[in-house]
Antibody, heavy 121, light 106 residues
């Protein structure tokens, strides 16, 4: 059974850097075709894809946020870390990580519960 | 970037109704189109991948169709548990989601 869980601060100040960790189980990020992505959702608004890292360490970013984002595999084999610099109140959102099945499915087929991040001074 | 436009943005329907949601891509994406359902306060759930393939465990009243730029998600007989928001997402190039469709009780 695949599970994912996001962790990180619930409150950050403007201009600070946000670091979120996705801890997963039930799959290996070393397996061909596997990826982990980050998606966010401001309150009452639509989903927005942020970043995706694949089993071979290929990394993809949203063009509009690329300069602020870094996605990496964590020091633990079952973690993925997302950093977002220069946080602004408009970045207030629920941040989700999700398992990405590259290949026949090519979609986010399992999601974490999400973590709410508020940007405020 | 490929823009994904969903319509309508919201709709009201009754239990038992047939519901159709449309998603249009700004350029051809072949069949690289996925549909998700999101209930209030919950994470999205994958319903349909590759335009028309039903994800394991998803009821057969959900179906998807389309290719190129125009896609539809159909719920053949709306059930109480289907009242939720629905999002399309393209995986042809840099990933993008549609703006969502909220299905409400009439």
């Amino acid at each position: 059974q695949i599970t994912l869980k996001e962790s990180g601060p619930t409150l950050v100040k403007p201009t600070q850097t946000l670091t979120l960790t996705c801890t997963f189980s039930g799959f290996s990020l070393s397996t061909s075709g596997v990826g982990v992505g980050w998606i966010r959702q401001p309150p009452g608004k639509a989903l927005e894809w942020l970043a995706l890292i694949y089993w071979d360490d290929d990394k993809r970013y949203s063009p509009s946020l690329k300069s602020r984002l870094t996605i990496t595999k964590g020091t633990s084999k079952n973690q993925v870390v997302l950093t977002m610099t220069n946080m602004d109140p408009v970045d207030t959102a629920t941040y989700y990580c999700a398992h990405h099945a590259y290949g026949p499915i090519d979609a986010f087929d399992v999601w974490g519960q999400g973590t709410m991040v508020t940007v405020s001074s | 970037d490929i823009q994904m436009t969903q319509s309508p943005s919201s709709l009201s329907a009754s239990v038992g109704d047939r519901v159709t949601i449309t998603c249009r891509a700004s350029q051809s994406i072949s069949r690289y189109l996925n549909w998700y359902q999101q209930k209030v306060g919950k994470a999205p759930k994958l319903l349909i991948y590759a335009a028309s393939s039903l994800q394991s465990g998803v009821p057969s009243r959900f179906s998807g169709s389309g290719s190129g730029t125009d896609f539809t998600l159909t719920i053949s007989s709306l059930q109480p548990e289907d009242f939720a928001s629905y999002y399309c997402q393209q995986s042809y190039s840099t990933l993008t989601f549609g703006g969502g469709t909220k299905v409400e009780i009439k």
